[in-house]
Structure formats: structure tokens, C-alpha cells
């Protein structure tokens, strides 16, 4: 099997602005085409990145204009990273909260959403502010050429 892994990242720097979004969404899934997983795993991480992406736009930068994403892949044999960077005020990731399922309500299942597509999720608060998300999904039963 041909391998698949690029020795740089993808990068996609986007205005927060919800009209950027079905460029990156356009790209994930070129992406996790290429990776060749299943539509409904490909499907979710589409959803997880568009979601977080939404959530930066509504939520970090209040939907005011100015305001960018940076959304960095990294494509290896076994895995796909996701990082996602936005430059707005940071946030506290302790007080991310998906909301209790059992409630019926509309908003607040993003996080829910994210977390079911990925197999890794960390934010972190660079140095020089915004947040970092990073989010992991590995490719099973897939032959990763030997080194």
C-alpha cells in the first residue's frame, strides 16, 4: 500500500466568519477521503471540525468580524491531527461543558458531537493567546507501510 502520510502540514488560514466554513469543510473531506476512512467516521470528523470552527466564530470572537482560524493537518499513515488555533481572548478549557444529554433542549451538543469523532481531544493555551485545539483520529484496519 502506498503511503499516504505528507511531509508538511496543511494549512488553511480562514476569516472567523461563518461563510469560510464550507471551504474548510470542503477541504476535511478531500482530506479524509484520501485517508480513505468510512463515510460515517469521515462524516463526523467533518462535523467535529466544522463545530469547533462554529464554536470559535459564536463563542471566542462573539461573532464579530476580524477575527481568524487556523486550521493545520497533519496527515501520517496511522492518523489524522487536527489543529484548530483561533487568536481571540482565551478561554478557561476547564469550563467547556457539553450539556446533559438528557435535557431537551436546542444547542450545546458540539462538544458531544466532538468527541464522538475523534479518539484525541486537548486544548491548549499558547503563549501568545487564543486557544489550541487538537484533535486526533487514527485510521484502523488500514496497512501503514513499513519504515
Known amino acids: 500500500m502506498e503511503s499516504i502520510e505528507l511531509r508538511e502540514p496543511v494549512i488553511l488560514d480562514i476569516p472567523a466568519d461563518p461563510a469560510s466554513l464550507g471551504l474548510m469543510r470542503g477541504l476535511v473531506e478531500r482530506i479524509v477521503h484520501r485517508m480513505e476512512f468510512p463515510r460515517e467516521e469521515a462524516d ?3 462535523l467535529a471540525v466544522d463545530e469547533a470552527c462554529s464554536n470559535i466564530i459564536r463563542h471566542a470572537y462573539g461573532n464579530l468580524q476580524g477575527g481568524r482560524i487556523v486550521v493545520t493537518f497533519g ?6 491531527e487536527v489543529r484548530i488555533r483561533d487568536f481571540a481572548s482565551p478561554a478557561d478549557p476547564q469550563t467547556f461543558r457539553a450539556r446533559d444529554l438528557e435535557k431537551v ?7 458531544h458531537f466532538m468527541r464522538s469523532a475523534v479518539d484525541e481531544m ?26
Open 44 to 46: 463526523r470528523m467533518v
Open 75 to 80: 496527515i501520517y499513515d496511522d492518523r489524522l
Open 105 to 111: 433542549r436546542p444547542g450545546g451538543l458540539g462538544m
Open 122 to 147: 486537548e486544548y491548549e493555551l499558547p503563549p501568545d493567546g487564543g486557544m489550541l485545539l487538537k484533535m486526533v483520529k487514527y485510521r484502523v484496519n488500514k496497512e501503514v507501510p513499513e519504515t
